[in-house]
């Protein structure tokens, strides 16, 4: 059989001026200043509905924690808040260039982590809400986050101003760098402990310097040997989780002892089942540990009240532990906006997002869809639960070190959408002036203003009993 020569059958790839000059059309679409508007829409849903049609198919019990804690204040209920602000961005200017989102890039989903080859990265975590979009909403759910946390630090308006700007210039001149790289560099590229600490004695003062070094040292200790110590006891000579409600409840407290030993039995399964969405290599490592024990564990604050199991398992002996989260993996707040996901559970979508967008992912990494006791199908994603994960406190943060941090923000952000997205073309819509960092400041100011009404408004659902609240 004759073959065709190769250049009959590559793919045609469009040349970088043509991206280029795609990506300067698209000022005419969406021109860069239109990116600062901000207005509630006419048809803009009740934001308390909004929350409560989510909670609608979350755990009943653990519903009144997510109201507790996302009563907090504005900044915890902006964490929770990602169904109600995907419909605001999905009425706002649109540059019709697309990328892999993460769809919840908030400040606090920037964080140390673990690569497989123990380097300490910092990156994105969580990916519960990955969906192709357009790639301004990451940008402007990540600029928003900076004003409502520097809001609550007490920050001036020129002082936000300054932080968001620098965070969007930090995204905008490093896109503008991707776009100049070959496409291997682009994929190699990450932001490693060597290269923080550079950036840390350049632009911060001593105590800045010092505090990163001992989050660094901190980082290196969360593993699963360290929550080994700290969430398990003995208990009759086995090692067991250890009760903390309503945090953490052991299987065994959560069921009667029948319910208990079936839910058993099905996570074992899942557990079994989700290896075959690993590499070969790393079904063999799993396949080295055996689960002892489990216990539904409450995390975060927009995930409260989503089935999460925590499980111990051990390798060769007692002093060998691994700890695994399975987290449920609902379809995202983005979709009603941008269409369903094209993979066939959500748990593969979000494992899939976060391969693609992360410099390097947990090697335990991996999905699988389960039936409930209730005969109920749901999605799962597992990974460990800590491998050198460590979280910035923005209260501690002065207007230097929330500059510094989300420039670092930026700067990740714009790596993980150029390794999916027109790296070009997004960069050619930016541009090199600032007109597009002078937007997103005024845009994060107004939806600060529009989360705050958000938030008064969960206060007064809580006040008139129309949703039930518990702190924990």
């Given at each position: ?140 759910r990540l600029a928003a986050s900076l004003a409502i946390a520097g809001r609550e630090n007490g920050f001036s308006a020129a002082q936000r101003r300054m932080i968001v700007r620098s965070t969007v210039k930090s995204y905008r001149e490093h896109m503008r760098r991707f776009a100049s790289m070959r496409t291997l560099d682009v994929w190699y590229s990450r932001a490693d402990a060597a290269s923080l600490t550079a950036l840390a004695s350049k632009h ?107 499980v111990l398992l051990l390798g060769r002996d007692g002093d060998d532990p691994l700890f695994l989260q399975a987290k449920e993996a609902g379809a995202s707040v983005l979709s009603p906006h941008l269409g369903s996901s094209d993979f066939a559970t959500q748990g593969e979508r979000v494992v899939a997002g976060q391969r ?117």
């Open positions: 059989m004759k073959r065709e020569p190769m250049s009959a059958t590559r793919r045609v790839q469009s040349s970088p001026r043509e991206r280029a000059a795609r990506g300067r059309a698209a000022r005419r679409r969406a021109p860069r200043s239109s990116h600062g508007d901000y207005s509630p829409s006419r048809h803009r849903p009740d934001p308390v509905d909004v929350i409560e049609r989510q909670s609608a198919t979350r755990l009943p019990e653990l519903v009144p924690l997510r109201y507790g804690r996302m009563s907090e204040s504005p900044f915890r209920f902006y964490r929770g808040a990602a169904a109600i602000m995907a419909g605001d961005l999905a009425s706002t200017s649109d540059s019709g260039i697309r990328a892999q989102l993460c769809g919840d890039a908030h400040m606090l989903n920037f964080r140390l982590l673990a690569s497989p080859e123990r380097q300490l990265l910092f990156d994105i975590n969580d990916f519960d809400e990955t969906l192709p979009g357009p790639w301004e909403w990451d940008v402007k911060l003062r001593g105590s800045g310097r010092k505090r990163l070094a001992r989050s660094l040292a901190k980082a290196r200790t969360r593993d699963s040997l360290q929550a080994f110590g700290k969430l398990t006891s003995l208990a009759d000579g086995e090692r067991r989780i250890t009760a903390a409600p309503p945090v953490i409840t052991p299987l065994a407290d959560l069921l009667p002892e029948a319910e208990g030993a079936r839910m058993e039995e099905e996570i074992r399964g899942l557990l079994h089942r989700y290896r075959q969405s690993l590499p070969t290599d790393r079904q063999h490592l799993c396949a080295e540990f055996t689960p002892v024990d489990m216990a539904r564990k409450v995390v975060g604050v927009g995930s409260v009240g989503t089935r999460c199991w925590i693609l967008m992360q410099a390097a992912s947990d090697i335990f990494l991996g999905w699988e869809r389960t039936l409930g006791m209730d005969g109920t199908e749901r999605d799962f994603y597992i990974r460990q639960l800590r491998d050198w994960k460590f979280v910035a406190e923005p209260s501690l943060m002065s207007p230097r070190d929330m500059r510094l941090f989300g420039e670092l923000c930026g700067s990740t952000l714009a790596r993980a959408h150029a390794r999916s997205g027109d790296r070009i073309a997004i960069a050619a819509y930016l541009g090199g002036g600032d007109v597009f960092d002078r937007a997103l400041a005024l845009f994060a100011e107004s939806y600060a203003d529009q989360n705050e009404r958000d938030h008064r408004a969960l206060l007064k659902a809580v006040r008139s009993g129309r949703v039930p609240a518990r702190s924990g």
